[in-house]
């Protein structure tokens, strides 16, 4: 299975449990339904049951670590303040910080890169840069972050 892909589908199910109060498996259940049927994300998953169990981990660790994600973020949002952001963006967010601090399986670049992507796919015109910004002054400081 392709990370972006997992990715993907893990922004849009943090984005459904925060906007709709949903379990972490209501939303990648919602999310890969809609795949599967609809389709309008243009999402295009071959094996749903591997899917599911990689986006559940990365959900359920996003979402498990939230509070001290967002004490992260908040330390490298200037002017901004974690719940002030858009949803998209925070997800998207959320999903790096949790990858470069709390994996090692991933180099943090690539994390950053594909935060972009999802930024831009997802966010508005401005949120690739954004996201850009943030993340690359949190990765200057990645293995401070990473020892606390």
Not at 37 to 60: C, D, F, G, K
């Amino acid at each position: 299975m392709k990370r972006r892909l997992a990715r993907e589908i893990t922004v849009q199910s943090l984005y459904q449990m925060e906007m709709n109060g949903v379990s972490a498996e209501e939303a990648v259940s919602m999310v890969l339904t809609e795949a599967k049927e609809e389709n309008e994300t243009e999402i295009e998953v071959r094996n749903v049951q591997e899917t599911s169990v990689h986006v559940l981990a990365l959900v359920h660790g996003v979402w498990n670590n939230k509070e001290r994600i967002d004490q992260l973020l908040s330390e490298f949002l200037k002017g901004w303040q974690v719940d002030r952001l858009s949803r998209v963006d925070r997800q998207i967010l959320r999903l790096a910080c949790y990858e470069m601090v709390f994996k090692d399986d991933v180099p943090p670049k690539v994390v950053i890169n594909e935060a972009i992507e999802l930024a831009k796919h997802f966010g508005t015109d401005d949120s690739g840069k954004f996201v850009n910004g943030v993340l690359g002054k949190m990765m200057k400081e990645l293995d401070k972050l990473k020892s606390n």
